[in-house]
């Protein structure tokens, strides 16, 4: 018996589950002419969701459970992961396999928020894991019935999930506040990029180019098929994909593949300081810089600017400003994908060196608060993510 159910003992009586639950058993027979509604339990106790609607003609095992709502439902090998939940009135009367356990809750004795916030804690988890073989993964429906809860009367039990509850909203409305304030902060850069660009466009203070008079822009390569022959993989030369763009900031650090030699004949290296810019795949328009030389496939194309016009970091900025058209333009397609000549033909201002160097500068400021902030919201999240274990340990002994 876990540490945090022991400790309740001596203020509230512990039951085994087999006092307030019953294990319900039956099945139907599946129709091939019917729809049915399949849920599944999610681990780590995140709840219990619609897996699929589908035809009987689809559901090879015809013998089936039909789930109620606000049942106990527990997964026969997932119940270790914390794969259990409380079926919502959504799913009611869906269906799931015998390697599903369902439980009729005594609600005279036992508050559904009670037992749906009790099965979320450590305690009642680590007697989850405790039961059964330690080689074998799954549990027993008698398993569940001997797990023990605290069982204060029940104006008690919902006294405490009126608690839990006001301090869960309480965690909530934090997390809330930070992510406005990550979008006020992203939203500064939006309006920086504007009033940059904008003002000093309107007052025809900087020339405008064509992209391509800026920098010389060119597809990845890689010509042989399939693309993922062994023979040219595994060398020293660096070999980027979208996700090596897309999970950087804006300096590319890491490359997920290398090429060899033979690899490198049938591509083409792009030098170090070039900007990366995804055309097609989900992450469509994100954009990178790169920092060693680097070959990459033609769903990616490389900016390099000309050193005597514009610089790398300035390119990266006016390209935030004025890539959207170009992306707008991809996606009204079934298939999206910049298109090249779109690409060459967008028009960046042309400030010179020297003004380029303040708005990176500006610009780079602000990107570094925002950063700042993300770094403080991942921490905050991590923070208010061990609040509600907290929370609920402290429940369950007694102690709200």
């Not at 219990?48 to 090879?60: H, M, P, S």
Request: hydrophobic share 40%; charged share 25%.
């Amino acid at each position: 018996m876990s540490g945090a159910i022991a400790e309740t003992s001596h203020q509230w009586q512990l039951v085994s589950l087999e006092k307030v639950i019953r294990h319900r058993k039956g099945f139907i027979q599946i129709d091939d002419l019917e729809s049915y509604k399949r849920c599944r339990v999610q681990v780590d106790t995140k709840g219990i969701i619609l897996r699929d609607i589908v035809r009987g003609t689809e559901i090879r095992t015809k013998a089936q459970q039909v789930c109620r709502s606000e049942e106990l439902l527990v997964a026969e090998i997932d119940a270790k992961m914390g794969g259990y939940g409380i079926v919502p009135e959504s799913l009611d009367g869906a269906i799931v396999s015998s390697h599903y356990f369902l439980y009729e809750i005594d609600r005279t004795q036992l508050d559904l928020k009670f037992l749906d916030f009790f099965i979320r804690t450590p305690g009642f988890r680590d007697q989850v894991a405790a039961q059964g073989s330690t080689n074998y993964a799954a549990i027993r429906p008698h398993h569940v019935l001997e797990y023990q809860i605290p069982l204060p009367p029940l104006d008690e039990q919902r006294r405490v999930v009126a608690r839990i509850e006001e301090l869960v909203a309480r965690v909530e409305e934090a997390r809330g506040l930070r992510s406005e304030a990550i979008k006020e902060t992203e939203a500064l850069i939006t309006a920086a990029l504007t009033k940059t660009f904008d003002q000093h466009i309107e007052t025809q203070r900087w020339s405008r180019k064509p992209l391509r008079q800026a920098a010389e822009i060119a597809r990845g390569k890689f010509t042989h098929r399939p693309r993922n022959d062994p023979r040219f993989y595994g060398g020293d030369i660096p070999f980027i994909q979208i996700g090596d763009i897309s999970n950087s900031n804006r300096y590319i650090q890491k490359f997920s593949q290398t090429l060899n030699y033979e690899g490198l004949k049938i591509s083409r290296l792009f030098p170090k300081d070039t900007i990366v810019i995804a055309i097609t795949g989900a992450t469509i328009g994100v954009t990178g810089i790169l920092t060693f030389d680097s070959c990459f496939p033609d769903s990616i194309v490389g900016i390099v600017p000309h050193q005597d016009i514009t610089t790398s970091d300035y390119i990266y900025w006016a390209m935030e400003y004025c890539k959207q058209s170009a992306i707008a333009e991809a996606t009204q397609s079934t298939q999206p994908n910049i298109n090249l000549k779109n690409l060459e033909k967008l028009t960046i201002p042309i400030p010179s060196i020297s003004e380029q160097y303040q708005i990176v500068v500006h610009l780079d400021d602000l990107q570094a608060k925002v950063d700042t902030l993300k770094t403080l919201q991942s921490e905050t999240e991590a923070e208010l993510n061990a609040l509600l274990p907290s929370i609920l340990d402290k429940a369950f002994k007694g102690e709200l």
